[in-house]
């Protein structure tokens, strides 16, 4: 079966931490991984996607690893914000286009 | 460029209705893709449809069917609805069928059940 976890599950940091959240898949036959943002109530916005042949990918403060092997993604957010404050998901690709998605790591970053 | 759109943003029904969900891709994508959201439950596959077919589908009951259009936009349709069907439905679009491209999302339909 194709899980997707995500932990924790919540967390609140404050402003100007380092945020670490972690994803964990069980079938490592993937095309890629993808990490979103999700605001209340909203639709994804996507922040990184990371091919299944590479390691990383960066965006700005935003820094995605992929261990194929271990079946494990870590997003970093450097020097974290409180327009951080959302729910990351992290979503496996497999076969016939299907994403996976953990549930969630829902974020808040106090001032 | 305009985004994925959905409609209506927010839609309630009581039990035992059907409700009908709309989707508009990016322009050119031809493969549209529905998720659920559910509360606890987190994002779950419901279909995909490329080039006006059927091509997958999630571990949801038949009464969760719908179609693509030759404009490539699609409906979602729920018959007899349950109040577990409460739930935000959320629409994404791709280039292609091809497995390596990106599935951009809509803002998503809030639907209720009563």
């Known amino acids: 079966k194709q899980e997707v976890t995500q932990i924790p599950a919540a967390l609140s940091v404050p402003e100007g931490e380092n945020l670490v959240l972690n994803c964990s898949f069980t079938?490592?036959?993937?095309?890629?991984l993808q990490w979103f943002r999700q605001d209340p109530g909203k639709g994804l916005t996507s922040l990184l996607l990371?091919?299944?042949?590479?390691r990383e990918q960066t965006s700005g403060r935003l820094n995605a690893s992929l261990d194929k092997s271990s079946g494990r993604s870590t997003l970093y957010i450097a020097a974290s914000q409180p327009g951080d404050s959302a729910t990351y998901l992290c979503?496996?690709?497999?076969?016939?286009?299907?994403?996976?998605f953990g549930k969630g790591n829902q974020v808040v970053v106090i001032p | 460029e305009a985004g994925v759109t959905q409609s209506p943003t927010h839609l309630i029904k009581t039990r035992g209705q059907q409700a009908t969900l709309r989707c508009s891709p990016i322009?050119?994508?031809?493969?549209v893709y529905w998720y659920q959201q559910a509360l606890g439950l987190g994002l779950q596959f419901l279909l995909w449809?490329?080039?006006?077919?059927?091509?997958n589908r999630g571990n949801f009951p038949p009464r969760f069917s719908g179609r693509q259009f030759p404009n490539y936009s699609s409906e979602l349709n729920v018959n007899a609805l349950e109040l577990e069907d409460s739930a935000l439905y959320l629409c994404?679009?791709?280039?292609?069928?091809?497995?390596?491209?990106?599935?951009?999302f809509g803002p998503g339909t809030r639907l209720l059940v009563l």
């Open positions: 079938d490592s036959a993937i095309y890629n």
């Open positions: 322009s050119g994508h031809t493969s």
């Open positions: 990371i091919q299944s042949s590479q």
């Open positions: 994404a679009s791709s280039r292609s069928r091809q497995n390596g491209e990106t599935q951009y």
């Open positions: 449809y490329d080039e006006g077919e059927e091509r």
């Open positions: 979503a496996v690709k497999y076969g016939n286009n299907r994403l996976a």
